[in-house]
């Protein structure tokens, strides 16, 4: 009797914790890091003194909504300093997407506002990983950048955002 009860209690305290664990695809909406007023498109520097208005945009159909300035106020073929938004790559994981600040026809900052964080292991991951992705893109001025071992996923979402922001500013 007693050696049931205990096989009893063991299977029930398995079977709770089994359906109480939550996996990194639950809610892969609802736990990403977007920034605040984040409505795509270029926007200038902060310290941007310039007459001209940025170029270019994020016109993509998957930046929820955002259409971005199509235009490139006369500078045909000319890529234009200021911020341009990659767009959201949704990945297994969850969404990926960069922001690329662009200063005499170069590459001078990559931010990612977006990554997964629905569990602390994507925070573990990515914290080590997107330091590493910026770095490279910033190094190599494109999208050819190496996977981050470990990050395979989060790797190829910024790939493509970093490339559809590459775009968006009319880089090589």
Do not use: C, K
């Amino acid at each position: 009797m007693r050696r049931i009860t205990i096989w009893l209690l063991s299977t029930v305290t398995a079977l709770v914790l089994l359906f109480s664990y939550r996996t990194s695809t639950m809610g892969v909406g609802g736990g990403t890091s977007a920034v605040a007023g984040d409505h795509g498109g270029a926007t200038p520097d902060a310290g941007d003194t310039s007459a001209e208005p940025p170029t270019g945009g994020s016109g993509s159909a998957g930046d929820n909504g955002s259409t971005g300035d199509s235009g490139n106020s006369g500078n045909s073929g000319d890529s234009g300093d200021g911020r341009y938004d990659g767009s959201v790559a949704q990945t297994r994981w969850g969404p990926v997407q960069v922001r690329i600040t662009v200063a005499g026809g170069r590459i001078t900052d990559v931010t990612a506002l977006q990554v997964p964080d629905g569990n602390f292991r994507d925070q573990q991951i990515n914290d080590h990983a997107v330091p590493i992705l910026r770095q490279a893109a910033l190094t190599a001025q494109s999208a050819r950048i190496d996977t981050v071992s470990g990050a395979t996923v989060t790797s190829d979402g910024y790939r493509e955002s970093l490339q559809a922001a590459i775009d968006a500013a009319h880089l090589r």
